[in-house]
Nanobody, 125 residues
Framework: VQLQASGGGLVQAGGSLRLSCAASGFSLENYAIGWFRQAPGKEREGVSYISSSGRTLYYLGSVKGRFTISRDNGKNAVYLRMNNLELEDTAVYYC???????????????????WGQGTLVTVSS
């Protein structure tokens, strides 16, 4: 059972990246997914969440309008499209999975059962 986050990299401010979270060994179909990030010297924060149905979404205020979370249960993957990146978006990004009813998201890290290893996003000026 594993989650694999990928897609991070170095990008200039204003640029875009798409992060992917792929599962192996289990199906994401019944799991709410969260994207979290942790910048150096800062606490981990929830960036975006999506319910297993895809109908319930949440975005951190500072990324609303710039980031889009989506999922493709057929590909057993969840994505985070990040546009207009800012220096403050620099962090290690983690995806996590929490088994929840179809339209329910999980908003605290302790609710998540599985975590990916993280992918580094660096935004330069």
């Amino acid at each position: 059972v594993q989650l694999q986050a990928s897609g991070g990299g170095l990008v200039q401010a204003g640029g875009s990246l798409r992060l992917s979270c792929a599962a192996s060994g289990f199906s994401l179909e019944n799991y709410a997914i969260g994207w979290f990030r942790q910048a150096p010297g800062k606490e981990r924060e929830g960036v975006s969440y999506i319910s297993s149905s895809g109908r319930t979404l949440y975005y951190l205020g500072s990324v609303k309008g710039r980031f889009t979370i989506s999922r493709d249960n057929g590909k057993n993957a969840v994505y985070l499209r990040m546009n207009n990146l800012e220096l403050e978006d620099t962090a290690v990004y983690y995806c996590a999975a929490a088994r929840r009813p179809a339209d329910t998201i999980a908003q605290v890290p302790d609710a998540y059962e599985y975590w990916g290893q993280g992918t580094l996003v660096t935004v330069s000026s």
